[in-house]
């Protein structure tokens, strides 16, 4: 059976997320159709390490980061967080589980109550799970607002709407970190904000990494943000994982042609060098009725017959870089594999 | 060059500013959000508008469109459409400009389509109201719409509502919407800031392709100066409600003269950057539009800043080259710049990566 493939699983105790054959479907009415979002990923993010995930709108990023947090639960595979099954806990033990990963969403001033002032926003998680004194619980959450840069002081007396979008966005990871989480989920995090403010909050989210010994998911389009804040890249394409490597490698080395598009799209911030023509034309096929074979077909320029019929399974090339590509730009063809019904 | 420029100058501005004030009146006093900005669009022309948040550069948009607020508004300054004065007129005489003569593309497409109306419905009825089309022939027309701006599935997505999409393609639906009477001049408010980068490069190809084949003009608001590299004839970069630099683009970056224009291309992450580079970043936010700081508006967080800076606000000044202006005391290149530059990489505040060019 071809799934994206399970061959960049590392076998290493340092695992703190594994993620395999997730599958996350949304039934459209009552047509007896589908939304297939998700088809069958599989990833581990090390503790410590960020994991990048990139690909092109409505591929699935969102519903990826969502299906971690079991909001909602998937269709199908296992999300193997700190050694616990995610997919079979209760509805109690998921949202003691749900404490030690956080989420940060792209939209920073709606994603906070708007009636609350900024300080009880930031302590509302540790005053729900009753952690520690009143006196403990201020000072926990000062000393955060402190770390990512915000005056308590101020925080105290106003309001989200007072404060600017990076400072919303600064607000939303303080928050995310008041219960001590192990990993966060960051959801286009800095795609609303400024070039300049994003610069300061890519530095920031290094800076707590190591302070509080993080491990990231860090979901967004702009591949030169991720390519900076990453060590290792999941490229996504309509529900399925593409191309998985270390992040400089994927930038000096791209294999997928899905991938090769996708840097070449990124805009050059000088006007003397020639926009690129769009290497890709044509509409990102529908996720009701995804394309045979390899989902990118339609739109790719090296696509054969054995792409048409025969889904390719992600595959080493060079060391710790992963594609799934039947005629990759490097790293060879695939090898004509056996099939297994 | 001189030959272009000729041809150029000839050809009529489509919408021109003159010194336009936009001030709101706020709780804490007035908020000068656009304070003098005279700035000339041609006819087939793209101008960028790029800045941080809070620059001015909706407003700014908002207010040639004739889309400010009732109440609270203080409008100075001239907004010329074809020539016309329309700075002045009522809601009700700019019913025959908007739509067919001008149109936006906001900045928001959630708070700016109707969540309860199906897509379909909310692009045909700008076209049966504006071009006087039937029910069925608009439903066709926005089928085509969808379609061009690169929706799959456009004929489903006629019938969805809004939160059935994801956000880049709402963002193309409002496209689409604006696209729909075929403007002469369009505004678009960040159009590309909650996209993937593919779809951006192909939105603002579609956008490009759009001012050419029908000589459109544009008018680009972005943050990334990086974005509007390839697709501007000009970029007017704003800062604290007021143009502070204003070339070709190409002149814009080869020859940089204000230091926050500096500072914003520096700050773009970029490819050819190890992954885990420490970004450069401007310290500091945007001044406060009710009490601006009282010379350079830039000056606090200015790297280059001198004492005249902090009590001398400066004017427009001409650069070297042609249809360049800017507004700073100590330009990049200046002797005073090159001193201070010299002594911050010595102390080690810059990072060799930060371009100089
Ligand atoms: N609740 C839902 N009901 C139906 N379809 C959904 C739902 N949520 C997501 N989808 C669909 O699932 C697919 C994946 O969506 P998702 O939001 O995960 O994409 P994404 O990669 O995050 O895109 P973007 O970059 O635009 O945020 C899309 O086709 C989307 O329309
Ligand atoms: N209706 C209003 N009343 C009072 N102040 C306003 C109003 N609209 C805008 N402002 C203020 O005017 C200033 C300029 O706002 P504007 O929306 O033009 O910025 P911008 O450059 O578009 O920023 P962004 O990149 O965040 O969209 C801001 O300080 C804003 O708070
Ligand atoms: S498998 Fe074929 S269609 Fe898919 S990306 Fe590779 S070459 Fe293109
Ligand atoms: S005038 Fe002074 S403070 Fe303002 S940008 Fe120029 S050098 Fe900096
Ligand atoms: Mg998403
Ligand atoms: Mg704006």
Redesign the pocket.
Known sequence: MAGTGKAHLRDDQNVLLRVEDLVVE?PIGRTGLK?N?VSGISFDVLKGETLGIV??????????GRAIMQLPSPTSGSIMFDGTELTTLSGEAMREARTKIQMIFQDPISSLNPRRNVRDIVLEPLSIWKRGTTAEQLAAVDKILEHVGIDPQRAAESKPHQFSGGQCQRISIARSLVLNPQMIICD?PVSALDVSVQAQVVNLLEDLKKQFELTLVF?A?DLAVVKNISDRIAV?YLGKICEVSSSDDLYRNPAHPYTDVLLSSIPVPDPTVAVKKVVVDGEPPS?VSPPAGCRFNPRCPNASDRCRSEEPTLREIEPDHFVACHHPLTGGEAPVSVHFK | MTQTDLVRSELESLVETIDVKTHFKTPRGIARAVDGVSIQIRRGQSLGVVGESGSGKTVLSRSIMGLLPRNGVIREGSVRYRGQEIGNCSDKEMQSIWGREMAMIFQDPMTSLNPVMKVGKQISESLRKNLGMSANEALAVAEKLLHDVRIPEPARRLNQYPH?????MRQRVMIAIAMACGPNMLFADEPTTAL?VTVQAQILELLSEQKRDRNMSLLLVTHNLGVVAGYTDEIAVMYGGKVVEKAPTKTLFANTKMPYTEALLSSIPRLDQPSHSRLTTIPGRPPDLVNPPKGCRFAPRCAYVRDLCLNEEPELEQADSPDHTYRCFYPVGSPEYLERRVELTRKGELVASEGSN
Request: charged share 20%.
């Open positions: 949304f939304v979002a690909g092109e709108s409505g591929c699935g990023k969102s519903t990826t286009e979901i389009h996504m996720p | 059935e999409l994801s956000g880049g993937d």
